[in-house]
């Protein structure tokens, strides 16, 4: 089919590539001109793996084009995507303007019967709004259109994969036509596919995030408690997993969730609840408990040393997580902020991120592009992102370049039995810290009984 995508972020981008791939004549538009300029040389303005090579490939045989012209782009299209950006606005809302203005362009633009379908991320009822937009600014009487809701459930670092591998494709649509159309496009995927409503299509997205972040703030509740009662969050948390009706994603405790999803997600999810009269009490915790998670290896480094006043701390991993140059509501963004205002001396590095960490974090901080120039002589070094060059990293090395190593480990990446046989003193999440002379204070429970 003649798709057209209305986007080039991360979403829009691995759609119509994706798309492409499995054989649809796919035009991808956006209106930063600079980036489709970039697009059309076959570069990737985003880091995904994959990504760059299938943009060339599908370029190649002529399947993928790209524009910064609406006009262009959508002349004679069947299928038309909209997977623009729905950032956060200052109240937790989420900000539709360029999903609207989108929409305008759309009703001007179209000059056959088309169906439109929303990928981005929207809240209950953007639908029916989108669908009163084009049609009151609708140029031609002559054509119609159909909307449907077809939610994305892609993760950063894997997008590729999720796309041909998903657990499920849901399609939301009130006309039967166009609910088959878009499952027709997306047959060569194989993937189940679930029809609904395109306002319980549009719930799905949000809360299907809204779970995955409770769970991962439960966990992470867990691993404090952990800490208090000498239990080790890994082993709990893999008891855990071993139960199916509970399973073992996003069961990995550490310094919280960010990204572009879970953190815009779960805000605007609040704001829909409150607008509905809907006091959504579980999912405001969930946002509290994230938000606290994120400081805790900062305050496990000011019990430790009283004052992080003039140390030298190496902050390793600055994106949100592996295998993306993401740094939407990363940890780092907290974590280092907070270390230079605590008049911490901080050098950084990450392998893919550095360039978007540069326009983020304080103009104190050194950016350097390995490892080993990162910890040499530091006093400790924090563990934010668990990229596999820091967590195959020889441990060895922290010794000979720090001398007397202190790490604190967000993402509880690195192996413990391995630490034990070094001069290293560790400080995790939800597990026992390990001291040079490799002692495991404990803070023993009171005895609750009866004496003999």
Not at 9 to 35: P, R, S
Not at 41 to 58: A, D, F, M, Q, T
Not at 66 to 81: D, H, K, M, P, S
Not at 418 to 445: A, M, T
């Amino acid at each position: 089919m003649r798709i057209s995508v209305i986007g080039t972020g991360y979403v829009g981008l691995v759609t119509g590539v994706c798309l492409a791939e499995i054989g649809h004549i796919v035009t991808c538009i956006d209106i930063d001109a600079l980036k489709i300029n970039l697009l059309r040389s076959g570069k990737s303005p985003i880091y995904e793996p994959g990504l760059e090579e299938l943009i060339v490939k599908n370029m190649a045989e002529g399947r993928l084009h790209f524009t910064n012209q609406y006009n262009e782009g959508l002349i004679r299209a069947e299928v038309i995507y909209i997977a623009v950006g729905t950032p956060s606005n200052e109240d937790g809302t989420a900000d539709l303007s360029a999903l609207e203005d989108a929409a305008i362009a759309i009703a001007d633009q179209i000059s056959n019967d088309v169906v439109i379908v929303t990928k981005s991320t929207v809240p209950i009822g953007t639908g029916d709004r989108l669908k009163a937009i084009i049609e009151y600014n609708k140029s031609n009487d002559s054509v119609s259109f159909e909307m449907v809701s077809n939610p994305e459930f892609l993760r950063e670092g894997s997008a590729i994969n999720d796309t041909f591998y998903g657990d499920r494709i849901i399609i939301g649509s009130d006309s039967v036509k166009a609910a088959e159309m878009i499952e027709e496009i997306n047959k060569p995927f194989q993937i189940p596919i679930y029809k609904t409503s395109i306002r319980s299509a549009e719930m799905i997205k949000y809360a299907s995030n809204a779970f995955l972040a409770t769970k991962i703030s439960f966990i992470n509740e867990i691993s404090n408690l952990c800490e208090k009662l000498d239990a080790d969050i890994t082993e709990v948390a893999q008891g855990m997993g071993m139960d199916k009706r509970i399973g073992a994603h996003f069961l990995n405790a550490g310094i919280g969730y960010g990204g572009s999803c879970f953190p815009k997600d779960t805000n605007a999810l609040m704001q829909i609840a409150g607008n509905a009269n809907h006091d959504f009490e579980l999912l405001r915790s969930v946002i509290e408990v994230n938000k606290k998670q994120q400081n805790i290896l900062t305050e496990k480094a000011k019990r430790r040393f009283g004052s992080l006043e003039g140390l030298k701390i190496a902050v390793l991993g600055l994106a949100f997580k592996p295998n993306t140059d993401d740094m939407r509501e990363a940890a780092s963004l907290t974590v280092v902020t907070d270390l230079i205002k605590s008049g911490a001396v901080v050098s950084a590095y990450d392998p893919i991120a550095i360039d978007n960490a540069r326009k983020l974090l304080p103009e104190e901080v050194e950016f350097l592009s390995n490892i080993e120039d990162a910890i040499q002589d530091a006093d400790c070094v924090f563990i934010l992102t668990e990229w596999p060059e820091i967590v195959n990293f020889d441990l060895e090395l922290y010794v000979s370049k720090m001398g007397k190593p202190v790490i604190f480990d967000g993402r509880n990446c690195l192996d413990m039995t391995k630490i034990q046989k070094l001069k290293i003193e560790y400080h995790s999440v939800g597990r026992s810290s390990i001291y040079l002379n490799h002692s495991y204070p404990v803070s023993p429970l009171p005895f609750q009984g009866n004496k003999k």
